[in-house]
């Protein structure tokens, strides 16, 4: 009896396959609980942005800058403005209920054609927050 048995794994390659699918299926499970510092999130609450000026699919005759509020729970030095992928400018100034008015500036106005705004920032509990809209410009603004 000292002779060494072998694991009783099956040759049996559909047995392999399906096996590999499984684990994979998992695979992907584990990064949704893991919040940007690292730690393992249970709940979080995304931040939130609102009060978009210009407001969604807005017609204005030229954009210089956007501007919106974001929630109390949002951590500032993550927002960041894009506005048809370029970077911006951006002042925060925290308001009095504790959410925070964020003014972005173009580089360079837009005077013509769409702008699409997009905005992502991390919560203080580590949700991240994806929002977007669009401002059509024309010379007429109409």
Known sequence: MDKKTPLGIPSNPQWLGFFTLF?????GYGMEFTGHHGGIVIHC???????????PNAKVSRLEKVSFIASDNTMTESLVVLVNL??????ITQNGNGTYTVEADLSTPKTEGRAWIKVTGHSNDGCQQLHTWDVFIDQEGK
């Open 23 to 27: 684990m994979l299926s998992f695979g």
């Open 45 to 55: 609450n995304d931040p939130e942005f609102y009060h978009e000026v210009p407001p």
């Open 86 to 91: 370029e970077p911006t400018s951006t002042r």
